[in-house]
């Protein structure tokens, strides 16, 4: 098999997704959780009508088995990283990087990309390393801001990057390739919060739906709302039903004028459940209403560009990118651009699913690559190397 020099891996808190550089699209996408024996990332509650997931949510009943919450390994969840990478490399995609494949064949050897949530404390990326090169021999070894690399992704140097996945969002300004650290945002709404809104809600119908089920409910028929203007009546939705009652937690006030219709999905053992059209609505709302002690999605981004240079400003607006799984809710770059209409007059916003792992396999593929990796030979001369080359 021929593969790209480079194994890229984008492990967020509901799914890895791991390829080879060069390629258009990671060649696997599975759910970042462990059983509890360990030996295989995906359990029995984590199939759905017998389809693989491309993701697992955390939540109370399974956290134990999640090693990254909120984007970010945990102390203590170190082992279970490991045990994930080891499932990436052969499992998934069976081949480990250090010379030889999973099925026997040798290789010169793969380096390692990682892209690494913003904000990562020093010791993840040293305890990262470690495992790497001592455990997996891997020969080199990158890291990458997951912000950045999604701004790659969309062929840009300068932008705001708006990423929010199942466990965390960030609002990270880059500049020339480099994420501008103090203006770098985080808020842990993300797309486990849509998902807890929707079970409330249909708890409040006495249903005990296995969260899991609730996300690929949500995933399928979830949407965001479009903002109202102001002083325009409650009218109905784009789906003829009518306006949707507060939001499940409450504080987020859903916008009047938009409403969905109630639709049938169907569970995995072929039973059809009833699901309002309302609560499609409503379950979103919570990334643009915020929490109190939690940015809203749109503020993230707002006040993310308000904390850099005046001058990098119009450069800034003029280029948002949205990335990470949550972005991909029907109508949620509608409302953004809405939301943000008053500070991004001329503003695109561009989505792209896997942004962050595909500007990885970008980046690894140019010339430049080779520059910057961190040879194992270089590592054990001097770890903190770590630091001062990594983007
Ligand atoms: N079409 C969709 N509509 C709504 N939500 C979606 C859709 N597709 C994926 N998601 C949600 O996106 C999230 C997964 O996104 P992503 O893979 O970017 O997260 P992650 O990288 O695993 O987590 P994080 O970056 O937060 O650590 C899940 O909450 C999933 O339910
Ligand atoms: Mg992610």
Redesign the pocket.
């Known amino acids: 098999m021929e593969v790209g020099d480079c194994i890229v891996i ?1 492990a ?4 890895v ?1 791991a390829g080879y550089s060069g390629e258009d699209t990671p060649r696997s996408v599975f759910p ?1 959780i462990l059983d509890e024996g360990g030996a295989e990332a995906l359990s029995g509650l984590a199939r759905s009508g017998g389809r693989r997931p ?2 697992v ?1 955390c939540h109370f009943e399974n956290a134990a088995q999640h090693p ?1 919450q ?2 970010l390994v945990a102390e203590g969840n170190w082992e279970k990283m490991e045990r994930l990478w080891d499932v990436t490399f052969g499992r998934e995609l069976h081949q480990y990087p250090e010379g030889s494949s999973a099925s026997g064949g040798a290789h010169g050897g793969l380096s390692v990309l990682l892209a690494e ?1 913003p904000g990562t404390p020093a010791a993840a990326r040293e305890r990262a390393a470690q495992i790497m090169f001592e455990t997996f021999k891997v020969p080199a070894l990158c890291f990458f801001n ?1 912000a950045s690399l999604s701004l790659f992704a969309s062929g840009r140097t300068r932008g705001v990057v708006l ?7 960030h609002a990270v300004p880059v500049f020339e390739g480099f994420a501008l650290a103090h203006a770098v945002l985080r808020s842990e709404l ?3 919060d ?2 807890s809104a929707l079970a409330a809600n249909l708890r409040r119908t006495g249903s005990t739906l296995g969260f899991n089920v609730v ?1 690929d409910m ?2 399928k028929l ?1 949407r965001a709302q479009p903002l109202a203007q102001p002083g325009t009546p409650a009218a109905p939705g784009p789906d003829g039903a009518a306006a949707p009652p507060p939001p499940a937690d409450g504080k987020a006030a859903a916008p009047p004028g938009a409403a969905f219709a109630d639709v049938e999905y169907e569970l995995p053992d072929g039973t059809m459940v009833k699901v309002a059209g309302a609560w499609r609505g409503a379950a979103p709302q919570v990334l643009f209403g915020g929490r109190a002690d939690q940015l809203a999605l749109p503020q993230l981004v707002a006040q993310s560009i308000g904390m850099c240079d005046r001058d990098f400003q119009p450069d800034l607006r003029g280029a948002v990118v949205l ?4 972005t ?3 109508g949620f770059c509608d409302r953004m651009k809405a939301e943000l209409s008053a500070i991004l007059p001329e503003g695109h916003l561009r989505v792209r699913k896997f942004a962050a792992w595909i500007g990885g396999s970008m980046f690894a593929s140019l010339e430049t690559f080779k520059q910057v990796r961190i040879m194992k030979q270089e590592w054990e001369d001097d770890e903190s190397i770590i630091h001062r080359k990594s983007f």
């Not at 967020?12 to 799914?15: D, E, I, R």
């Not at 990335?323 to 949550?326: I, N, V």
């Open positions: 984008d967020g808190s509901a799914s997704k970042s491309e993701s949510e990254i909120h984007g949530a997951s990423e929010s996945g199942a466990g965390v969002s993300a797309g486990q849509v998902t996300r949500k995933e979830c990335a990470g799984g949550t991909m809710l029907p």
